[in-house]
């Protein structure tokens, strides 16, 4: 049996992003999305996600960019001075080799993040983080605590195959994917083998298969396609990024901003949908995994 969770990440970011995930899931392919508890238009996306009961809701944890849900006394080493997290993913990674950032504060900052969302009515489905920040092994062992502690027992396993990094053609559907998402793609995979001990000691799950790291801001229906026809037997998971490029996405300080639309695109195709009916693909969000 072959089943896709097609996830919509960065939910909250902006009314416009919300908006095209919501006519995603009503219209095309999207099953899951993960909601930014810091997001500007978090409010916005809970009165959606309202409207849209069938729509698997996670939390997409941020350590990277915007200001922290958590206090500044409790999230500590985490923020500055005016409670903003770290600007990138660079900054964060050399603040925790440096032993500047502590677990307990990025525990915090999680706590907070995921009791938000829960206030707001939504029991999350699963957990993954902005910018595969838990592909970093004290990143992850600080969600895997979290988790445990509010029964969330499924998280996304942020690695994927080199061989569809390199072998997948972007949205054009004659490129491929740049020489950085590989790069990433590779990097990434190097924390695999720990991520899945994390995962095993936890009990947690997770999906077999993950698909679009490589594919970033490229999965026009072309690349939709290529996924379906290589996905494998077992449960797999499709990330992608759709939205509607309005003045409000382009203040934020995103890359990904017309490419949103070029995803969105994607996944309303019809022959998107027939594809996956024809080839027996379940449609499935976070919920299967049991």
């Known amino acids: 049996m072959k089943r896709l969770i097609v996830n919509a990440d960065d939910f909250g970011l902006t009314r416009g992003v919300n908006q095209g995930i919501a006519q995603a899931f009503r219209e095309g392919i999207l099953t899951s999305t993960t909601l930014m508890a810091n997001g500007p238009a978090f409010e916005d996306a809970v009165e959606r996600a309202r409207a849209n009961p069938g729509l698997g809701v996670g939390c997409h944890l941020v350590l990277v960019g915007g200001r922290a849900v958590a206090a500044p006394n409790q999230a500590g080493s985490l923020v500055d001075r005016n409670g903003m997290l770290p600007h990138g993913l660079l900054a964060l990674v050399t603040y925790l080799a440096c032993g500047i950032v502590q677990p307990k504060d990025i525990e915090s900052e999680f706590r907070a993040q995921i009791e938000r969302v829960r206030a707001a009515g939504i029991e999350p489905t699963h957990l993954d983080t902005h910018k595969h920040t838990h592909s970093h092994p004290k990143v992850m062992e600080a969600l895997a605590r979290v988790a445990k502690?509010?029964?969330?027992?499924?998280?996304?396993?942020?690695?994927?195959?080199?061989?569809?990094?390199?072998?997948?053609?972007?949205?054009?559907?004659?490129?491929?994917?740049?020489a950085k998402q590989r790069a990433t793609a590779a990097v990434a995979r190097t924390g695999a083998p720990r991520f899945q001990r994390v995962i095993t000691r936890y009990g947690l799950r997770t999906p077999d298969y993950?698909?679009?790291?490589?594919?970033?801001?490229?999965?026009?229906?072309?690349?939709?396609?290529?996924?379906?026809?290589?996905?494998?037997?077992?449960?797999?998971?499709?990330?992608c990024h759709p939205g509607m490029c309005d003045d409000e996405l382009e203040r934020t300080e995103t890359r990904l901003k017309h490419q949103r639309e070029v995803e969105l695109a994607g996944l309303l195709d019809p022959a998107v949908r027939n594809a996956a009916q024809q080839q027996g693909i379940e449609l499935v969000n976070y919920r299967a995994l049991n």
Do not use: W, Y
């Open 149 to 178: 502690e509010f029964g969330i027992t499924r998280v996304r396993k942020p690695f994927e195959s080199l061989r569809n990094v390199f072998g997948m053609p972007r949205g054009g559907g004659n490129g491929r994917a740049s």
């Open 210 to 239: 993950f698909f679009g790291l490589g594919l970033t801001g490229h999965l026009a229906s072309p690349a939709v396609l290529r996924v379906l026809n290589a996905l494998p037997e077992g449960t797999s998971e499709l990330m």
